[in-house]
Each structure stands twice: as structure tokens, then as C-alpha cells.
């Protein structure tokens, strides 16, 4: 059974440091892992999306990493903002389309200013 | 990108009345819908998939008399939460994929707050 690993749990930091966000699966034959953001009390916003064939994907100041092989992905936070306070989710889909995603328990993050 | 809606977003009910949940694929299709739930600081869990046509398939562990889904559009699948105890408080959040072709990445609805007084 496939199990998602967030580690740390929380994490503290000031703004306009980088940071690294750590997620580990059991279960290698993934389709896709996705990093979503929650915010407290609200749904959940995608940030990256890795095919099982790629290394990384970048969006502006987020870099996500795959390495299936031994079951790790990093989600790298450059120059943190306040505004990146937030819960981050990583998610990994089985090994074919349209299936539903498997959740860590997320990385809870507070930026202060 | 896919736009999914829920309705209602916050819901209050007293115990033993029940709960319908609706979500929406706005700008495509979708066979295929699942249901999440989230109790507060835990994960989203997997309750069951909902399949247009067809019977939902419940995770282990989750009552399907108690949470009857419908899909019965390509557009629609709907959560009803049957006398609904304090117990079933949570956040329950849907899911679609689009259509194959699109990496198989996963549009999610903005949740659902219920709160069973």
C-alpha cells in the first residue's frame, strides 16, 4: 500500500530564506506526484505537477524535483515570503490515469516578516 | 486549467438530519470524480470514487449507506452525507481528472466545511 511522507511537519522561517520541503513515497510505480498549497480553511491550489518521466518542474520562484527511483520528490521555496505561509500538500497518483491521489500530511509553513 | 465547483462551501446542521454536497466539473467532462475527506490537521483521505452511470466504489472503512454519492451526469456527482452524527465534521473536497491527454493532473473543488452540531 502506497504511503506519503511529509517531512518536516512544520517549519519556520524568515522571510527571503530558501527553504527545501521533503516528501517520500513507499511505492515507486507512481503515474504523477502534484504539490498543492492549502491555506488554512480552504481548498487546495496546484503548484507542480511531475510526470513520472521527468526530474523537475519549475514555476516562479518553486522548483519541484523527482527522483522515482528512490522515492523522493523536494519542493524548493526560493526568497520566502510571508505570503508563502501556508500548508504544502504532496500527492502522488498510481500507476495509470484517473486514479485518485494519495496525500502526505502536508508540510505546515510560516514565513515571518 | 479544469474548473471544479462545490456547493454548499460551509454547511451547520444538527445531528441526525442529512447533507447533500454537490460538485461541478464547469469547463469539461468527467467520468470519473472523487471524494475526499479532511479532519483538521490530518491528511485529505480517499472516501470513495464516483463513476457516472454507475456505483460508486467505497474505500475501506467508509460506510456507503451513510455516504451516498450519485454521479449522474458528466458534469455533476453529489456527497450525501445521511444522518449525519458530530463525528462526520470535516472538510469534504472533490476531485476530477480531465480527459486523458492532459497528464492526468487532478482539478480540485474548493471543499466543503460541515459541522454537525
Known amino acids: 500500500k502506497q504511503e506519503v511522507t511529509q517531512i518536516p511537519a512544520a517549519l519556520s522561517v524568515p522571510e527571503g530564506e530558501n527553504l527545501v520541503l521533503n516528501c517520500s513515497f513507499t511505492?515507486?510505480?507512481?503515474?504523477?506526484l502534484q504539490w498543492f498549497r492549502q491555506d488554512p480553511g480552504k481548498g487546495l491550489t496546484s503548484l507542480l505537477l511531475i510526470q513520472s518521466s521527468q526530474r523537475e518542474q519549475t514555476s516562479g520562484r518553486l522548483n519541484a524535483s523527482l527522483d522515482k527511483s528512490s522515492g523522493r520528490s523536494t519542493l524548493y521555496i526560493a526568497a520566502s515570503q510571508p505570503g508563502d505561509s501556508a500548508t504544502y500538500l504532496c500527492?502522488?497518483?498510481?500507476?495509470?490515469?484517473?486514479?485518485?491521489?494519495?496525500f502526505g500530511k502536508g508540510t505546515t509553513l510560516s514565513v515571518s516578516s | 486549467g479544469a474548473v471544479v465547483s462545490q456547493h454548499p462551501s460551509r454547511v451547520i446542521c444538527k445531528s441526525g438530519t442529512s447533507v447533500k454536497i454537490e460538485c461541478r466539473s464547469l469547463d469539461f467532462q468527467a467520468t470519473t470524480m472523487f471524494w475526499y475527506r479532511q479532519f483538521p490537521k490530518q491528511s485529505l483521505m480517499l472516501m470513495a470514487t464516483s463513476n457516472e452511470g454507475s456505483k460508486a466504489t467505497y474505500e475501506q472503512g467508509v460506510e456507503k449507506d451513510k455516504f451516498l454519492i450519485n454521479h449522474a451526469s458528466l458534469t455533476l456527482s453529489t456527497l450525501t452525507v445521511t444522518s449525519a452524527h458530530p463525528e462526520d465534521s470535516s472538510f469534504y473536497i472533490c476531485?476530477?481528472?480531465?480527459?486523458?491527454?492532459?497528464?492526468?493532473?487532478?482539478?480540485f473543488g474548493p471543499g466543503t466545511r460541515l459541522t454537525v452540531l
Open positions: 500527492a502522488v497518483a498510481a500507476n495509470q490515469a484517473g486514479t485518485a491521489l494519495i
Open positions: 476531485s476530477a481528472p480531465p480527459a486523458a491527454g492532459r497528464y492526468n493532473e487532478q482539478f
Open positions: 511505492d515507486s510505480a507512481i503515474y504523477n
